[in-house]
């Protein structure tokens, strides 16, 4: 038998839709059961064999990575126009519930974004992003007057540890409740509103959402 | 051989400590793994034999009531004091701040007193007297313009399950998380700092700690 070649149209045809399989179903089982799904069920379900599967993605983070490479532009993105804003409080109010709407309908991207994988180098340095754009937006909203003073930037930790405690019936239900916890802690953070709180949890971020 | 007697003092003796050793056992499991841990399990941990441990607890609800029943009667005279206090705003703070802190204390209790075990009446009664209780609470406390009117009473699932996700390094650590949330929750029930909400999330309390 002749060997196929590796640039054989058929063979990268098969290979871009076994990719795409894949990674379609690693988004879903991610966000359904979170991260703790090993690779050779994700092969199963894809319909494939584990070899196959680690032929293109050698680690467990490579395919955690590409399969959330979308949400984690969106992030990105979502911080670049609250820093943007020029209303601090609608802007750190506004990040506060899209990421924790984003929790929300996915177990997987929150776990993904704060799990410490030791190799995954864009994850690590999204995440610094994200906790200095962050703590920019309570800087100013506190400079502002908006936000109470004793807000401290490792109470998102704790926002996203509440909501991710938040399980419905139904992905409908958990989404609504997600929001109504989200407006009644908004609604405390307000600097006019503040009054005496217990010293911050000493929660890192990573430690958050495993 | 002769058989023992079952009212032999010294069989009465072994049984009182073997029952000790298993609900002993049982707490300290249920409270930091939740009530998912088998029987299997929880008899290996006491270092006895499975048939002894169904011996003494014939089912799983047993078990679990009976090492439960002294929060069960902390919990109950939790809610009557609430109910004695003249202040209702006072009280109702109390009940949500005292319910969370066992919360976070011990995973199993607020597990047990939300599970619906299909036997145990005392605990579904306790449940009734309990959200009765609590509705009472709310009642008077908005009746006294303190507690914000859209609060409702459906929303002690969600602050349990938004403490119940509390998880830090260490239980002190959990607990001082957990104090933070409950007081920023606290501040948002006030009626002084309503602002429009999302209507209330329709989860069962059932639902909220399983």
Known sequence: VREVPTTSPRLRTDAAANRAKILEVARETFAAEGLG???IEIARRAGLGV??????????????????????????????TALADPDPWRAFCRVIAEVC?????DRGFSA???TAFPHTVEFG?????????????VRRAQAAGALRRDFDPADLALILLAN???RAGTPEATEDA???LVAYLLQAFRADRAAPLPRPA???LDAALQ
């Open 37 to 39: 799904v090993p690779m």
């Open 51 to 80: 070899a196959t599967l680690y032929r293109r993605f050698p680690a467990k983070e490579d395919l955690v990575a590409e399969a959330f490479a979308g949400q984690m532009g969106e992030c990105a993105g979502l911080l670049d």
């Open 101 to 105: 709407a984003m929790q929300a309908r």
């Open 112 to 114: 993904a974004f704060v």
């Open 125 to 137: 340095a999204l995440r610094e992003r994200a906790e200095r754009g962050f703590a920019e937006l």
């Open 164 to 166: 991710g405690g938040i």
């Open 178 to 180: 997600s929001r109504r």
């Open 202 to 204: 000493a929660i890192p």
